[in-house]
């Protein structure tokens, strides 16, 4: 089964420093990856995706993602954090039911805090 | 485009009341998934839905929960003689599938917290 584990349950950064919020994956065949935001008392809010293609992903709100398949990882990095970007972070794995459609499998999620 | 809606966005309720919440997808969206959130841990699975068919549940799933999503729209969850380890925010997601394309990412309602007393 598909799983992906994020390691730091929380990562502080100072506002304007560059920021990463860690993932990896373990999947049988390609990969398909995913990170999604939360805010207090609030529903996930979609960033980005790696389906495949280039190893630098461009999302929402000047996030990025670094693929890199040898080490099984899919970090999530802003070159610049802002105190807005404090907040719940997750990735998720694609999965795939025996009916054949998808499921989506969730980390446990990383508290950011950008402090100003 | 209005966006996944839930009702209510809070439940604080008894133990032993049933408890219903509905779900309204992005309306051209045709899968429609199900999952509870615990505090400190992420969404977990329960159901899913495409168009009308209830085509998966997840083992969370206990025999006091039930769902539908009766005209391949809206969905409801219900939940009867809740317990208090009932208690978390439930939260519908919604996403376009088509044959041959899949653009992946999920668009999640705001959810709806319950409280069991």
């Known amino acids: 089964a598909q799983s992906v584990a994020q390691p730091e349950d929380q990562v502080n950064v100072a506002e304007g420093n560059p920021l990463t919020v860690k993932c990896t994956y373990s999947v049988s065949g390609n990969p398909y990856l995913f990170w999604y935001v939360q805010y207090p008392n609030r529903g996930l809010q979609f960033l980005l995706k790696?389906?495949?293609?280039?190893?630098l992903v461009k999302g929402s709100y000047g996030f990025e993602d670094e693929f890199n398949k040898s080490q099984t990882s899919f970090h999530l990095k802003k070159p610049s954090a802002l105190v807005s970007d404090s907040a719940l972070y997750f990735c998720?794995?694609?999965?795939?039911?025996?009916?054949?459609?998808?499921?989506?499998?969730f980390g446990t999620g990383t508290r950011l805090k950008v402090l100003a | 485009d209005t966006g996944v809606s839930q009702d209510p966005r809070h439940k604080i309720t008894k133990r032993g009341q049933n408890v219903t919440f509905r779900c309204d997808p992005i309306s051209e969206h045709n899968r429609l998934y199900w999952y509870r959130q615990t505090l400190g841990q992420g969404p977990e699975f329960l159901t899913y839905?495409?168009?009308?068919?209830?085509?998966?549940k997840s083992r969370l799933l206990s025999d006091r929960f039930s769902a539908e999503r009766p005209k391949g729209s809206f969905s409801t969850l219900e939940i009867q003689r809740t317990e208090q380890g009932d208690s978390a925010m439930y939260l519908c997601?919604?996403?376009?599938?088509?044959?041959?394309?899949?653009?992946?990412?999920?668009?999640f309602g705001e959810g709806s917290r319950l409280t069991v007393l």
């Open positions: 839905f495409q168009n009308e068919a209830q085509l998966e």
């Open positions: 997601a919604s996403s376009l599938g088509q044959a041959g394309y899949n653009t992946g990412e999920l668009f």
């Open positions: 790696y389906i495949t293609g280039d190893n």
């Open positions: 998720a794995v694609r999965d795939i039911f025996s009916s054949g459609t998808y499921k989506y499998i």
